[in-house]
């Protein structure tokens, strides 16, 4: 059963939350997409022809959406509704709870729970479908929150992604759904988010690559928290 919370005022501060890397150590999309493909063999045996195009599509942002829309297409050849789509999420929330539990890192989960106990506006935004994220955290962590992800439609007898809720697109997407206030507070991992970051008031980075940490410290204001929650592999300092 979710744990009750103040219900937010319609001043509360909004407070954005990514999702992979963030709340969760890893891609959740990718682990789903893996086992969507991995239930056939055929799915298998499609997915290895079309990884020498696809999968330099997804490697680069402008055509990102292009590949990914790609490996959702074979995962869900057969798959004519998001209803059906969105059973399949379920079945494999529930029958990898374990797994995904152990994957949801704790930290970030405090911060989750502190903005939710002082009544702020807490949204999830990522790059997942919605139905992914919001049956984790409903799921596995017992949280209810509003989501918004990339969604998905039907395309040449599978599903493929209509709108990727990534880069820019991120925050015309929690635009469009209402969330109209300033952004008082944003945690993300990526430089996909960093329209998301810079349109925040007090950004917080959490669980970035190393690589692009020197990125953050530049282009975001200064003092920025950069932190690792917990996050195997990636930089960040620790929480104090």
Not at 103 to 114: E, G, I, K, N, S
């Amino acid at each position: 059963m979710s744990q009750r919370y103040p219900l937010p005022q319609d001043d509360a501060p909004l407070v954005v939350f990514d999702f992979d890397h963030t709340l969760y150590d890893g891609d959740s999309g990718s682990h789903l997409f893996k086992w969507l493909i991995e239930r056939d063999w055929w799915r298998v045996l499609l997915a290895l022809l079309v990884a020498p195009v696809a999968g330099p599509l997804v490697a680069w942002l402008p055509t990102r959406r292009a590949g990914i829309s790609v490996f959702v297409w074979v995962g869900s050849l057969g798959v004519r509704d998001r209803a059906a789509l969105d059973a399949l999420i379920d079945r494999y929330v529930v029958t990898h709870a374990e797994e995904i539990k152990a994957r949801l890192l704790p930290l970030a989960l405090d911060v989750f729970h502190q903005h939710r106990e002082r009544g702020d506006n807490v949204l999830v935004a990522t790059g997942a479908p919605p139905e992914l994220a919001r049956a984790i955290l409903a799921f596995v962590a017992h949280e209810d929150v509003p989501v918004i992800g990339t969604l998905l439609g039907p395309k040449l007898g599978g599903m493929g992604a209509l709108r990727h809720c990534h880069f820019a697109m991120k925050m015309t997407m929690i635009r469009a759904a209402g969330y109209t206030q300033p952004v008082a507070r944003a945690y993300s991992d990526s430089s996909a988010d960093l329209p998301l970051l810079q349109a925040a008031a007090k950004p917080v980075v959490v669980n970035p690559k190393a690589r692009r940490v020197a990125m953050f410290r530049r282009v975001l204001p200064p003092g920025t928290p950069i932190l690792n929650w917990g996050c195997p592999g990636r930089a960040g300092d620790a929480p104090a």
